[in-house]
Nanobody, 118 residues
Framework: QVQLVESGGGLVQAGGSLRLSCAGSGFTFSRYAMGWYRQAPGNERELVAAIPRGGSTTYADSVKGRFTISRDNAERTVYLQMNSLKPEDTAVYYC????????????WGKGTLVTVSS
């Protein structure tokens, strides 16, 4: 059974930091590209950051220079370090795992809420 379990969300003041974690199980973690998405009320889900099996990371323009995605394949965990948080970063953050082609399975966690107060 595939599981992605996010943790680390919460309430923080603007300018503060949070570190999100996502633990994966039930699939070959090291073969999957991992990503963090977020969805604010009334908005569509959007990509925040992605880290492939190998190669360079990707960030949304709105978080470049403030957020850092990393992964530990031995621990089967992906992280999102969020610094200099802004109220507009408030959203539910979802972990995503995307498998290699040709099958390309796509898995989602249940999300963790990040609230940034002004």
């Amino acid at each position: 059974q595939v599981q992605l379990v996010e943790s680390g969300g919460g309430l923080v003041q603007a300018g503060g930091s949070l570190r999100l974690s996502c633990a994966g199980s039930g699939f070959t973690f090291s073969r999957y590209a991992m990503g963090w998405y977020r969805q604010a009320p009334g908005n569509e889900r959007e990509l925040v950051a992605a880290i492939p099996r190998g190669g360079s990371t990707t960030y949304a323009d709105s978080v470049k220079g403030r957020f850092t995605i990393s992964r530990d394949n031995a621990e089967r965990t992906v992280y999102l370090q969020m610094n200099s948080l802004k109220p507009e970063d408030t959203a539910v953050y979802y972990c995503n795992a995307r498998g290699p082609p040709p099958v390309g399975m796509n898995y989602w966690g249940k999300g963790t809420l990040v609230t940034v107060s002004s």
